[in-house]
């Protein structure tokens, strides 16, 4: 059963590996036996981690990449498909949340969180994709979110791009399918993330989103890193389309009421 979960001879490149749930699901693939290529518009956080793969006995280099800009991305992953023969994995867990009111947005805002949110993981499926499809494997993993089920004020924009990145997903699924890739999603709850960084500044606020789920507290983004190897390990080979919520039960008790006495 382990050498299900293992990524043992697999080529992976993770979007946003840098930081955050990039972060901790490059080093979780790196120790499950994967070469990993960490990939940040940051690069000096990319190379960090990468470094803290090699220490851990793993292989692992770093690069660059915005994936607003589809060229960027396309060159990046095509980079490793050459260099080490194929491109199995495909992490992308970037994104951008302005929190205001919809009426309150500016174009720019909307655009910038589109733009992120949207079209960056677009340009992340459709490289990915291609290479691929063209080798007949592959698993790529978005990130959706809560907020493709539930909202609140604040997160429209948010809200309504992690409910495109689920149904992109799920087309690409059914589009790449027929060629052996494999396209599915991470919907993580309330994690503690530089994202959600601002939100520690407001303990009422903080301690209010923890209180929300099951069970009581925040996630980790270390928590991320278990069902994304899942979903690009040979474990989850009958999994595509779908939407793993690893949300501390969040949505499974979203409107809940509890009788008196109970």
Same mark, same amino acid.
């Given at each position: ?20 749930? /990039?972060?901790? &699901?490059?080093? !979780? ?9 960490? +990939? %940040? *518009? ?27 800009? /589809?060229?960027? &991305?396309?060159? !990046? ?9 194929? +491109? %199995? *994995? ?76 689920v149904q992109m997903v799920r087309a690409a699924a059914a589009e790449l399918g ?55 390990s040979d474990a989850a080979s009958y999994v595509t389309g779908t939407v793993l ?18």
């Amino acid at each position: 059963m382990p050498s299900m979960f293992s990524l043992e001879g697999k080529n992976a490149a993770i979007v946003g590996g840098g930081s955050g749930i /990039g972060e901790a &699901v490059a080093i !979780a693939c790196g120790e499950q036996g994967a070469y990993v290529r960490c +990939l %940040d *518009v940051k690069l000096d956080a990319a190379t960090e981690t990468a470094a803290t793969i090699r220490e851990a006995g793993g292989e692992a280099d770093a690069g660059r990449v915005d994936i607003v800009d /589809g060229p960027s &991305v396309t060159a !990046a992953f095509e980079g490793v498909a050459s260099e080490r023969g194929s +491109l %199995d *994995v495909v992490v992308c867990t970037p994104a951008i949340n302005v929190r205001k009111p919809l009426l309150d947005y500016s174009d720019e805002e909307i655009d910038l969180v589109l733009g992120v949110n949207l079209k960056g993981n677009a340009h992340v499926l459709q490289a990915a994709g291609r290479i691929m499809r063209e080798q007949g494997s592959g698993s790529i993993i978005l990130f959706s979110s809560i907020r493709s089920l539930v909202v609140e004020p604040g997160q429209s924009m948010y809200a309504a791009t992690k409910a495109g990145i689920v149904q992109m997903v799920r087309a690409a699924a059914a589009e790449l399918g027929p060629d052996g890739v494999r396209v599915n999603a991470v919907a993580p709850g309330v994690i503690d993330t530089p994202l959600t960084a601002p939100i520690k500044d407001i303990p009422d606020w903080y301690d209010a989103y923890g209180d929300r789920n099951i069970f009581k507290r925040w996630g980790s983004a270390r928590e991320m890193a278990g069902p994304t190897v899942f979903l690009a390990s040979d474990a989850a080979s009958y999994v595509t389309g779908t939407v793993l919520f690893a949300d501390g039960g969040w949505t499974a008790i979203d409107g809940r009421f509890t009788p008196p006495g109970m």
